[in-house]
């Protein structure tokens, strides 16, 4: 979570991740697209191949303007909410990969009119402010338009097993990858499994179709984030709960795109987490897409499922998950990986 890596921008995360997969996978090597993609091989051959993936990258933005007076404008990269936004702290890339601290400016609450006082501005309005006193300042720090920006990374420890910051989506779902890369290594899988980051989730969620192009594989299984039903604006919406388990994703439906689960895939999850002793939550949303929704399209189609776990205040600086969840998830995934043999049913039907 402390690690910055906006879309387009993921190469820290990939290399940390590249360098956490290595002692248990057989290979493991980053694309040109900068996926990475960590491969686990079968012990048997002709078996259908596994590609099990999570996103890298975190939302943020992209600068399009530097004013005079060395204020810095902005565009989304990801679904930003402008609620958030007021008074956070950011981190700025410049053009030789360094980050550097700023602010979101607002207006001075004693100069704030009371019209204004408990309105919501626009991004269009909102300016950064990175302490430079011209735009000449702000050039000269390497800062110029089209340089990334992210909100300052955050790490905390709450009670329990929960933990609170930036990007939980989607490092929780790395961080399950190489939890599941522990247990195949501990107890090979009959199939051969890829696992990969992927890149531009946040951005266009199609960078992880270079990699499924290159895999082929049978099977597609997202690592990502459900929306947690267990605070008060959100308890009639939702069923899944923080510590609850992991989940699985049923149905998810977006503009001119969506995933719905593959029958037998899904019994495999039920299957594996009975016998993994754990829970299976149920999801289902609109408005809710990862890469998933165009990985499942590539080659002859890919049996696909999207495995998550919860997430509370998704998209903001604070968002809270259970490292428990995530631990049930890795579970979970590998003991389906290890019931893939050669009687498992592709075909939807």
């Not at 402010?129 to 000269?140: F, L, T």
């Not at 890829?194 to 992880?208: C, K």
């Not at 510590?243 to 495999?268: D, E, I, K, W």
């Amino acid at each position: 979570m402390n690690i910055p890596a906006p879309s387009g921008y993921e190469g820290e995360m990939a290399y940390r991740l590249k360098v956490d997969l290595a002692p248990f996978c057989d290979e493991v090597r980053l694309d040109r697209f900068g996926n990475c993609i960590a491969k686990i091989k079968g012990a048997k051959s002709g078996l259908p191949r596994v590609m099990v993936f999570g996103h890298m990258d975190q939302i943020g933005f992209i600068i399009r303007k530097i004013d005079a007076g060395g204020f810095i404008q902005v565009e989304r990269l990801g679904g930003i909410p402008e609620r958030v936004l007021a008074g956070l702290e950011v981190l700025v890339r410049s053009e030789d990969g360094k980050w550097h601290p700023g602010v979101i400016g607002m207006k001075s609450h004693h100069a704030t009119p009371v019209e204004e006082a408990y309105k919501v501005e626009k991004l269009a309005d909102i300016r950064m402010d990175i302490g430079a006193k011209s735009k000449e300042e702000v050039n000269g720090l390497g800062i110029h338009i089209g340089c990334p920006v992210i909100y300052k990374p955050a790490f905390t420890a709450l009670a329990g097993n929960r933990v609170c910051g930036t990007a939980v989506d989607n490092r929780g779902g790395c961080a399950c990858l190489v939890r599941i890369a522990e247990k195949l290594c501990e107890k090979r899988q009959d199939c051969d499994v890829y696992l990969v980051g992927t890149v531009w989730e946040e951005f266009n969620m199609r960078g992880g179709i270079l990699a499924a192009r290159e895999i082929e594989p049978d099977i597609a299984i997202s690592l990502d984030v459900s929306i947690a039903g267990d605070t008060a604006d959100l308890s009639g919406r939702y069923d899944d709960a923080l510590g609850g388990g992991p989940c699985v994703q049923l149905y998810s439906r977006g503009t001119h795109n969506g995933t719905m689960a593959h029958a037998p895939l899904f019994r495999l999850a039920l299957e594996s987490a009975a016998r993994a002793g754990c829970n299976l939550q149920r999801f289902a949303s609109t408005g809710m897409l990862t890469d998933l929704s165009h990985i499942q399209l590539e080659g002859r189609g890919a049996a696909s499922l999207e495995m998550c776990f919860p997430v509370r205040y998704t998209h903001s600086p604070v968002e809270i998950c259970d490292v428990n969840d995530i631990e049930k998830l890795s579970k979970v995934v590998a003991e389906m990986t290890r019931n893939i043999d050669e009687t498992f049913k592709l075909d939807r039907y």
